[in-house]
């Protein structure tokens, strides 16, 4: 930018000198013809008088010797007194030929031409007057002058303001260069910021203290970092309240939180700690708090492989949800294949925790799909986003009825992925619900093989690999 602007300041010096150089010229052009022309006005009046009564009296000789005294005054190149039909009586130097003469207007004025001497070119300007004796033309005279001087003092006009152009182009250049990268510099460091801000990087702070217009953009965009360093920060927080998918749902429609839902498809999936009571008896707050962390922070990677969400923890129990608020097509194999998961990754947590001589738990889940409601409950001001609805009941009921290490299914998710994919299941019996008057039918899920077991064995390793001890 710095360049652009000495560019244009450069082109406009030039223009505006040249411009300035072409007007000095023709007004001294014009000023130096009129004194010429003024002056020799002066001496062909002069010489019309001295030479009306020669001309009268036929007297050349006197004709001459006016003539002769006339040229010998500096910048008259020649002079000549003419016949009333303009033919030369007398002459002396430079006059034009007999035609130029001949064409030229009776009143005084002027002709420009130019002739060679010694191999050089000589500019002239030649004058005519009439000579008169009541009103009559009775002869002319002529005077040629040097337009040289002329044409040097416009020579050395042009060449000055040339000059004084050059002069004036690299002062304006270095000038406008350095005024425009210190102008440009803060413009520069404003991108710089901007760039910044886009890649998300909002700690980007202004140091300088200007009390300009750029000073006062800077404090703004200082506030403005501030403000969304604070809103990423809030953003981030809220992740950890709450799953990424519904706070990167709730935050794209801040205008729109209201109470209320949805009805979707998706799949439900509950894991509970059995004998968690009797665990916690003998284990202090702290390692409670610890236990149920490590097992829980597991479970929520699996999850997220998986595109589900932990939708909350209740006590001793984990929610998950899958196919909301991001739609899933295959949410029901997702959140089966995330029960057996689970369950093969606790079998190795409590294998190594066994080793270290710690205490180990088994949980117990229950997976449903069907239609439920999904969107923002509770009240006006404070809710949470999570589901409802008889299908999410089936599955907190299952949970409950599987035994340790166990996983229950409904029918509906046993007919979506055992019949078509390689979980093996077998009938587990039928469930009681509260509110239903008919038992619900559950399977037991066996285990899984080919390639999703592969994928889980793969996937168990890389969870558990930054936590193993080295020797």
């Not at 708090?289 to 939708?311: C, R």
């Not at 035994?403 to 469930?431: P, W």
Request: net charge negative.
């Amino acid at each position: 930018m710095a360049y652009k602007l000495s560019l244009i300041f450069t082109v406009t010096v030039t223009c505006g000198m040249v411009l300035l150089g072409l007007v000095i010229a023709r007004d001294q052009t014009r000023l130096l013809e009129q004194q010429i022309t003024e002056s020799s006005t002066t001496l062909l009046k002069q010489m019309a008088e001295f030479t009306r009564d020669p001309l009268l009296t036929n007297d050349t000789l006197s004709l001459q010797i006016i003539v002769n005294n006339l040229i010998s005054q500096d910048n008259i190149l020649g002079a000549a007194v003419l016949s009333e039909d303009k033919h030369p009586l007398v002459s002396e130097g430079a006059i034009p030929s007999q035609t130029a003469i001949t064409t030229m207007p009776d009143i005084s004025r002027v002709l420009d031409w130019s002739y060679r001497e010694q191999r050089r070119k000589i500019a002239a300007m030649t004058f005519l007057m009439p000579i008169l004796t009541d009103d009559i033309i009775i002869g002319y005279v002529l005077i040629t002058f040097d337009r040289s001087l002329m044409e040097l003092a416009r020579s050395r006009t042009i060449n000055t303001v040339a000059s004084a152009t050059i002069l004036m182009v690299i002062l304006g250049f270095v000038i406008s260069l350095i005024l425009g990268k210190r102008l440009t510099r803060p413009i520069h460091r404003l991108i710089a910021a901007s760039r910044a801000i886009t890649a998300g990087d909002y700690k980007f702070r202004f140091e300088d203290k200007r009390k300009d217009e750029l000073g006062a953009l800077m404090s703004s965009m200082n506030e403005m970092t501030a403000g969304l360093l604070r809103k990423e920060q809030v953003e981030q927080i809220f992740s950890r309240y709450v799953s990424p998918k519904v706070a990167k749902e709730v935050l794209k429609n801040l205008s729109q939180v209201r109470l209320g839902g949805r009805h979707v498809n998706a799949s439900v999936l509950f894991a509970d700690i059995v004998g968690f009571t009797s665990i916690s008896e003998d284990l202090s707050p702290e390692e409670v708090n610890a236990l149920l962390n490590e097992y829980f922070s597991y479970i929520a990677q699996v999850a997220q492989y998986y595109s589900g969400h932990i939708d909350k923890y209740i006590g001793d129990c984990v929610m998950l949800v899958f196919g909301v608020p991001e739609e899933d097509s295959q949410h029901t194999a997702h959140a089966l294949y995330c029960a057996i998961m689970i369950r093969k990754l606790v079998a190795a947590i409590n294998e190594r925790r066994t080793a270290s001589g710690q205490k180990t738990v088994q949980f117990r889940i229950g997976v449903n799909s069907g239609f439920m409601l999904a969107g923002n409950m509770g009240a006006s001001d404070r809710m949470e986003y999570t589901v409802v609805g008889d299908a999410v009941n089936l599955a907190s009921r299952l949970s409950s009825a599987a035994g340790a290490g166990n996983i229950l299914i409904s029918e509906d998710v046993h007919d979506i992925v055992c019949g078509t994919s390689s979980v093996q299941c077998e009938e587990y019996g039928t469930i009681t619900l509260k509110g239903k008057k008919e038992p619900v039918k559950a399977y037991t899920v066996l285990d899984v093989s080919g390639q999703p077991l592969q994928m889980m064995t793969t996937l168990i390793d890389d969870i558990l690999a930054p936590h193993v001890e080295l020797p």
